[in-house]
């Protein structure tokens, strides 16, 4: 119950401040990719949220939405594709190894997902693999703000 609540709560607040998200999707080395995208203002300041292993999920809309409540427009970046949201473990592992093991691909779609929102101040927020994504998206950002 007090999960609804919470959930309607987010709603309505996110309403109350203008917060309407959407699926952005683009294109990337000729495939399809959907990332969110959800802001209070035109004004706002953007956070790259980076999915963790079972891809871009209803977690990191809320967690965007959480985020554009309290003033931030969000980019959750999909890094493995569009529909894809691997539930076994050994399907995740596959995913995820497949970009550790191509870091010029994972730096790329990275890239691609700040391309697909190009909104002055940027500051990331990174779930799960975020030390070895935080690198490779400094690498591939020189000059731009790392948090």
Not at 10 to 38: H, Q, R
Not at 64 to 92: I, N
Request: glycine share 8%; net charge negative.
């Amino acid at each position: 119950m007090r999960f609804v609540l919470t959930v309607i709560l987010v709603l309505l607040v996110s309403a109350a401040y203008g917060a309407d998200g959407s699926v952005i999707t683009y294109e990337f080395d000729g495939k399809t990719y959907e990332g969110y995208y959800i802001s209070p203002s035109s004004k706002a300041p953007l956070i790259l949220l980076i999915h963790d292993w079972d891809g871009l999920t209803d977690y990191e809309v809320k967690r965007a939405s959480m985020l554009a409540e309290m003033g931030y427009a969000v980019f959750a970046v999909d890094l493995f594709g569009a529909g894809v949201r691997p539930t076994e473990d050994t399907d995740k592992r596959q995913h995820t190894g497949e970009l550790y093991k191509d870091r010029e691909k994972m730096r790329l779609l990275l890239q691609s997902g700040l391309d697909h929102n190009p909104k002055g101040p940027i500051f990331k927020m990174l779930w799960q693999w975020d030390t070895a994504l935080a690198v490779q998206l400094s690498l591939s950002s020189p000059g731009q703000e790392q948090t």
